[in-house]
């Protein structure tokens, strides 16, 4: 039986790129960089994903990648890459500005509360997660929330992990369910830890990564399906 949910938040719960194009959209026009297009934001997706990537393998810190991804973003469309730091400040505080929550997703953690402990386990600024979950009443959702940078180590590592378990306390893994959009961090990390794992691939992607996957779902109200399953088993 499914006695703790631990949920990814951006992509997962709250639909992050819109708050990332709006966020953008916004900042372009306060530091007079242009217009953003849509096709500069789905370049800007892109170098961002691969950027986190880096971080989950351990090959840059999370510094260098917040500011990193700006500057090569900037470079590759000729504008300044010397405000990517200024830029990537301003950044984490507008993204807490727009909150769009993917179909079902605040219904089904509604539905769950007081039933399963819920967990959110994200790899984000503690600056832009704070004020997210604050701006969304997700925080009044969550049992716990352990945000990376607080934790001191990133999703998929062990050590993320063992720091949950030891705060959330006697939970076998069994009893344990991760719900998330990336297979390298989310589906890895609950690998990782022994626990179930559930993708959440609203756009259908290819599975393109050797990892683990128990139950994968494109809405989110199906994760009370997922655990009724796993409850079976
Ligand atoms: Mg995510």
């Known amino acids: 039986m499914i006695k ?18 709006a966020a953008i959209r916004k900042l372009f026009a ?16 892109a170098i961002n994903v691969r950027y986190w990537q880096m971080l989950e393998r351990g090959e840059m810190t999370k510094p260098q990648i917040l500011v990193g991804r700006f500057a090569e973003f900037f470079a590759a469309n000729g504008l300044p890459a010397d405000v990517a730091e200024a830029f990537n400040a301003a950044y984490q505080i507008r993204l807490g500005d727009t909150i769009c929550f993917y179909d079902h997703a605040e219904q089904t953690l509604k539905a769950l509360q007081g039933k ?19 701006a969304s009443g997700l925080n009044e959702l969550f049992d716990y929330i352990f945000i990376s940078e607080e934790v001191g180590a990133e999703k998929p590592a062990i050590a993320f992990f063992d720091r949950v378990f030891r705060e959330i306390g006697s939970f076998h893994q069994n009893e344990v369910l991760i719900v998330g959009d ?31 996957v128990d139950a994968e779902i494109d809405d989110i109200a199906a994760v009370t399906d997922v655990m009724r399953r796993l409850a079976d088993v």
């Open 116 to 134: 399963v402990l819920q967990c959110a386990v994200t790899n984000g600024t503690k600056l832009a997660q704070t004020r997210k979950l604050a």
């Open 30 to 45: 306060e530091f007079h960089l242009g217009t953003c297009t849509d096709e500069m934001l789905g370049q800007y997706s």
């Open 182 to 212: 990336s297979l390298t961090s989310d589906m890895r990390g609950g690998e990782n830890a022994g626990i179930h794992t559930c993708w959440f691939n609203p756009y259908h992607k290819t599975k393109d990564v050797d990892v683990r």
């Open 4 to 21: 703790a949910v631990l949920w990814d938040v951006d992509g997962t719960i709250l639909n992050f790129l819109v708050a990332e194009a």
